[in-house]
């Protein structure tokens, strides 16, 4: 990096599998307004300096921007002038935004150089070629409408947070940074593990092709240097390369040994001339599934997780630092949790980088609320053509991180099935295919909880929130007869096709609404609107018996492969987490690890 980390918030480098040397983090103070007629384009806030100020990458709506508005904002303005370094001059530059909620639309020195569609996933913008001295100044209108079809998770439609719908974010949320590259450069990696043949495959898409380059990776460990693959780069637009690892340094990724190979990459010209070079990582595992269960390196492991919303007291869903990832992570397994669903959000990538070497199982998730537009109960759900980009998008930044070992691109879309298809069938079908064609190495499923309407799902799942360990046990037991608990409208009927045998797992339970100062005075009103699911314990003995109860049902099944308890941290209003929003304990954290660390039936015999 060419300027000082400590001058800005989020200084970490934001794209840790992909990392060059030179780059400039743009995080910090820009000019801002808002824009509540959207009338900012035809009020010339294009060209004009705006006179307010935000602190980037936290959205307006939380209290480290500076500004902590949590009212509807259908489009605000950011500005700013940047003068990349000398030493850049005659490299292209390349304008990063990890995420900007919603339609975004850039421009730089009065150009239009960008427009992107999606709250949760990367977009860049070429802006030409560094000149010296020459100062840009970028400007970024995002909008952000409260109606209609739209991506945007948790996010509240109404203006208080309600239930397990929490506050607003709008514009940019996840760093803004600039990189130079040469003309013809090397872009984002598909790196897929080969454990069964001792190797890694490459594929290294390039910006264009041109006669005599070669590409080169070097892959290495502790040791130095393990593999090394060259290939022609004038041939095809992602060359492929071939990396096996001997035997004598093969190590597998698992949560107890998470060995993360080195990588770099370079592009040569026709002399030999280094062009371009980034440094990388990959982890040598496999996911696969044997009968109802989901196996790690060929041997089931039952996936203890937690349910992780992502959301901070004070940037929302902007973590304030890199160690606040790193610390969920970290509370999550001290409870005893192996992984977690990244729910309704997707994660920025140092969240997964950080899964990567601490050995953290995560189902990637798209934030996919927001398609629920109203109407009969049979056609209720509208996801449309921009979730499928936008989940695209999201796979491919995300497709070479070890840690991920499943993708969910919905969630709870709970619409009745009939003989009709609908705009849901057809985008959930799309959706599904989408992920299969993109990665054929994880399981996917087609919607976590409620309607599954794609009958050849890789795997099945139920919500239930069933507070009584024994009804739990007697709901799930119908699973070792084919005939699994299923989520069903109220009045009995079904979301789902019919179940195929799939593996199967609970993947959201518990949700036990624990708060112990309000316990403390249980006679009275529910006066900090405080909300989990069931009845609130009266102590916290209730809470570890209930958790115990319900999760030992799941750990003792053979037939379930996994399960994810309901919550990590509270979050706002909703207080059913392990952990108060703010991450300090409420609990004794040691009895829900104790409870959860005997092996599970669908492990016990298996060989480790």
């Known amino acids: 990096m060419t300027t000082s980390a400590a001058a800005v918030p989020r200084p970490e480098y934001p794209r840790p599998q992909f990392v060059r040397r030179d780059w400039l983090n743009l995080n910090g103070t820009w000019q801002f307004a808002f824009d509540p007629g959207d009338s900012g384009l035809e009020r010339g806030l294009v060209h004009a300096e705006l006179d307010g100020e935000i602190t980037v990458p936290f959205a307006p709506e939380s209290e480290l921007s500076g500004i902590a508005d949590t009212d509807f904002h259908e489009a605000v303005w950011y500005r700013r002038t940047v003068t990349p370094p000398a030493d850049w001059a005659g490299r292209r530059l390349l304008l990063h935004f990890g995420a900007v909620d919603h339609d975004t639309t850039v421009w730089a020195d009065g150009e239009e150089v960008a427009r992107h569609r999606g709250g949760f996933t990367p977009f860049t913008a070429d802006l030409g070629v560094a000149r010296p001295d020459r100062e840009i100044v970028l400007t970024v209108r995002a909008r952000d409408h409260r109606s209609g079809p739209q991506a945007r998770g948790k996010q509240a439609v109404v203006y208080a947070n309600t239930d397990c719908h929490y506050t607003r974010t709008t514009g940019i949320w996840q760093t803004v940074w600039l990189e130079p590259v040469a003309d013809v450069h090397l872009r984002r990696p598909r790196i897929t593990p080969d454990l069964a043949g001792s190797a890694f495959h490459l594929e290294l898409p390039l910006s264009a092709n041109r006669p005599g380059h070669r590409v080169v990776a070097v892959l290495s460990d502790a040791e130095g240097e393990v593999a090394?693959?060259?290939?022609?780069?004038?041939?095809?637009?992602?060359?492929?390369?071939?990396?096996?690892?001997?035997?004598?340094?093969?190590?597998?990724?698992?949560?107890?040994?998470?060995?993360?190979?080195?990588?770099?990459?370079?592009?040569?010209?026709?002399?030999?001339?280094?062009?371009?070079?980034?440094?990388?990582?990959?982890?040598?595992?496999?996911?696969?599934?044997?009968?109802?269960?989901?196996?790690?390196?060929?041997?089931?492991?039952?996936?203890?997780?937690?349910?992780?919303?992502?959301?901070?007291?004070?940037?929302?869903?902007?973590?304030?630092?890199?160690?606040?990832?790193?610390?969920?992570?970290?509370?999550?397994?001290?409870?005893?949790?192996?992984?977690?669903?990244?729910?309704?959000?997707?994660?920025?990538?140092?969240?997964?980088?950080?899964?990567?070497?601490?050995?953290?199982?995560?189902?990637?998730?798209?934030?996919?609320?927001?398609?629920?537009?109203?109407?009969?109960?049979?056609?209720?759900?509208?996801?449309?053509?921009?979730?499928?980009?936008?989940?695209l998008e999201a796979i491919e930044r995300d497709y070479s991180h070890p840690s991920i070992v499943g993708w969910c691109p919905l969630n709870e879309t709970d619409q009745k099935l009939h003989d009709r298809i609908t705009q849901l069938d057809a985008v959930a079908r799309a959706l599904f295919l989408a992920t299969k064609a993109m990665d054929t190495t994880r399981p996917v499923i087609d919607s976590s909880g409620y309607s599954h309407r794609v009958p050849e799902t890789d795997i099945w799942d139920a919500h239930h929130y069933e507070q009584d360990p024994a009804a739990f046990r007697a709901d799930m037991a119908g699973l070792a007869e084919g005939r699994p608990h299923t989520d069903k409208h109220p009045d009995g009927t079904a979301y789902s096709v019919p179940y195929r045998g799939q593996p199967y797992f609970v993947s959201e339970f518990g949700g036990i609404w624990w708060h112990p100062e309000i316990a403390a005075r249980a006679r009275e009103e529910n006066p900090d609107k405080s909300w989990g699911y069931g009845e609130r314990p009266r102590d916290e003995e209730e809470f570890q018996t209930r958790f115990a109860g319900l999760a030992g049902v799941l750990l003792d099944d053979p037939d379930m492969f996994g399960y994810c308890y309901t919550q990590l941290t509270d979050v706002f209003q909703e207080q059913n987490g392990i952990y108060r929003f703010d991450r300090s304990e409420k609990l004794d954290v040691a009895r829900v690890r104790d409870a959860q660390s005997r092996p599970a039936a669908v492990e016990s015999g298996h060989p480790a």
């Not at 190590?251 to 280094?274: F, V």
């Not at 440094?279 to 696969?288: H, I, N, T």
């Not at 990637?364 to 109407?375: L, Q």
Request: charged share 25%; aromatic share 10%.
């Open 228 to 391: 090394r693959a060259e290939a022609r780069a004038d041939l095809d637009l992602a060359p492929r390369l071939y990396l096996p690892v001997p035997e004598g340094r093969r190590r597998e990724w698992s949560p107890e040994d998470p060995h993360l190979y080195g990588l770099r990459l370079e592009l040569l010209d026709a002399t030999g001339a280094l062009l371009d070079t980034a440094d990388s990582y990959a982890g040598l595992r496999s996911v696969a599934i044997t009968g109802k269960a989901v196996t790690l390196n060929g041997r089931p492991v039952f996936q203890r997780l937690v349910l992780d919303q992502g959301w901070y007291p004070d940037g929302l869903m902007t973590a304030p630092s890199d160690e606040a990832l790193v610390r969920d992570i970290e509370l999550a397994k001290a409870a005893g949790f192996n992984g977690a669903r990244l729910h309704q959000k997707v994660f920025e990538e140092r969240f997964l980088y950080h899964a990567d070497r601490l050995g953290y199982l995560v189902w990637g998730e798209f934030g996919d609320w927001g398609c629920d537009v109203g109407g009969p109960p049979g056609d209720r759900q509208r996801p449309d053509a921009s979730y499928v980009a936008q989940w």
